[in-house]
């Protein structure tokens, strides 16, 4: 090795050094806010599920008590309202998707006239506050009988999730290259063949992060639903409304427990394909 | 390593095809017959219309008017699905998400081929591009190269009858560029596929065609051998595109060329007289310098090494010649030196088209301002050059 090389290797060394310490605390750094800022308050939640009594300055409950999961366990309605979280959810999100992804299809892959506008006229649901929109829909659905009903709450339901199911699968369809469906078509792929064989597979990671946050929207959302299907279809969310008022605070953490059962298991299910999809995703360009 | 050639080139006849983008003709009337197994490369600067000629050969596009016919048949109306071409990308296209092999397969298990009838294609094609060991990698985990490779193989794995190359080594650096290239070349020789290369790179166009075909405008400026393109080309634009040339006006006198600045540059080639001041075009290859520092006629502006050779910049008045010498240098910048041309090139005055007038089998393209007899009269310029 030639005397020049060596001196300017060696003198590129500490700032290389100094670099990868630095990146190191920051990582430390970053580690420690995530863990204060979403650990901490999970923690702090499921302990107070289980405290007799918590008082402020306290880091740690007076005593344990299961008192809280058994009156809510044992509450008259809640297994209806778990049952009816856990069956409308998934039809809403199933529902929307067959509905918004041939949409975000087009939006996606092709120009048309007044795709400007329909995206805006989709974002715009989000834009305002939802409980007028709610209030806008009530005549309509008080018209068409659907007050009160299974079908107005996944309609309620189901507006929440467009955006999600349009805006992000959208821009997973348009960021596949020309070259691959070009590709695709060269080596004898039809249209069909080449939605199901090239872009849906590479639009799946965006199409699984829109299920999952469609789904928790669809999950939480209570104003909507209290509107149209209460008295009859009181899901999970507007119950703990109600107890989050009625009841102490550790009732309404019980609740919260229970509540993120179901997202947090849907995450765990569907992380396989988030990853898989994101690595395929990632390695496009 | 045999690979099936069952699949021998087809015949492609271009007529008068068109194709207009915003008014502006992309491709303009163009007409082009590849024999089976001819390697043609399209080239041109970019806006020539030779991408946008490929696409519509591979049916990505369809032409304004005009026809394609492979074998005879007509394929405008063919969709890019069903025609029997396959096409090699600039861009890195395999699909991300399936394996070395599946992206190999994608085209087979369309067809519904037998399991084992693809099984044994695909370590068939993997073997003829090198790349065996790579069969259940994902493309990310591919150099740029090994990509091209596999990409290449899966275009071949549909035994194509025309194969099109869409400026498929522009996107690797030098060193693969030319070793994918050299691959191509002999593959191309062994399976004797049709093939249409697309590029701007005219050393590429040189070393791997059979014929080239030079575009400009969405016109082709001219067809021919690789040698005969770069002896005879027939315009200035031509010249210039294939290697490089100084163009400077003067008259022909008795054994030379008169500059405006009275000086006589020996050619040693023998040329016809042509009256007025035609555009001489020479090759820096064909310009002989030797220092003559009491006489030159010509001064060095500039010497530019490039390795094994330096280009040099010579002046005499407003006429500026590029020429090229071995290592050692005639002189050095300011040096005064004496020139002697082996042949030139002869174009019309007018600079717009420059259309060539010393072709010679080629007629002359319209817009000349000289004759047909003067260019048969200034071919034997070109015949004799080694």
Known sequence: ?285 | MSINTESHGSELLLEEVTKTFASVAAVDHVNLRVAPSEFVTLLGPSGSGKTTLLRMIGGFLSPDSGRILIDGNDVVDTPVERRPTAMLFQQLSLWPHLSVARNISFGLELRRRPKSEIATRVAELLSVVGLSDFQNRLPSQLSGGQQQRVALARALALEPRILLLDEPFSALDTKLRIELRTFVRKLQREVGTTTILVTHDQEEALELSDRIVVLREGRVVQIGEPTEIYDSPRTGFVAEFLGSMSFFSGSLVAGGIRLKSGDVIPVEQPFGHVPGTPQIGVRPEDVLVAADESSGAFVIERITRKGYFNELTLRCGDVSLAAYVGREVPGSVHSRVDVHIRTIHLFSEDGGTMDAIDGAEQHVASGADFGGAHATEFSGAQETRG
């Open chain 1, 1 to 285: 090795m030639s005397v020049t090389s060596w001196t300017a290797r060696s003198a590129t060394r500490p700032a290389s050094r100094a670099l990868k310490i630095a990146s190191r605390v920051l990582e430390a750094i970053l580690f420690f806010a995530a863990v204060f800022f979403i650990v901490v308050p999970l923690v702090w939640l499921v302990m107070l599920a289980f405290a007799k009594g918590f008082n402020f300055p306290s880091l740690k409950p007076t005593s344990l008590t299961l008192q809280w999961w058994h009156t809510v366990l044992h509450s008259p309605g809640l297994l209806h309202s778990v049952f009816l979280s856990v069956t409308i959810t998934p039809v809403v999100v199933a529902l929307s998707s067959v509905v918004c992804l041939p949409a975000a299809y087009a939006l996606g892959r092709y120009d048309f006239p007044g795709k400007r506008i329909v995206l805006l006229s989709i974002f715009s649901i989000n834009a305002f506050p939802r409980i007028s929109l709610y209030i806008a829909m009530i005549p309509m659905l008080f018209a068409l009988n659907l007050m009160g009903t299974v079908i107005g709450v996944v309609i309620v339901q189901l507006i929440g999730t467009v955006l999600f199911m349009t805006w992000i699968p959208a821009t997973g369809f348009a960021s596949v290259p020309d070259a691959l469906v070009d590709a695709a078509r060269d080596a004898g792929a039809n249209k069909y063949q080449v939605f199901w064989r090239v872009l849906l597979p590479l639009a799946r990671p965006s199409i699984a992060v829109a299920a999952v946050l469609s789904f928790l929207a669809a999950f939480d959302e209570a104003q909507g639903t209290f509107l149209v299907g209460a008295p009859n279809y009181l899901t999970m969310p507007i119950r703990m409304y109600s107890l989050v008022l009625d009841y102490p605070v550790q009732f309404a953490a019980v609740f919260a427990v229970v509540l993120s059962i179901p997202s947090v298991a849907l995450l765990i299910l569907i992380r396989k394909h988030l990853f898989a999809g994101t690595n395929a995703a990632m390695h496009l360009r």
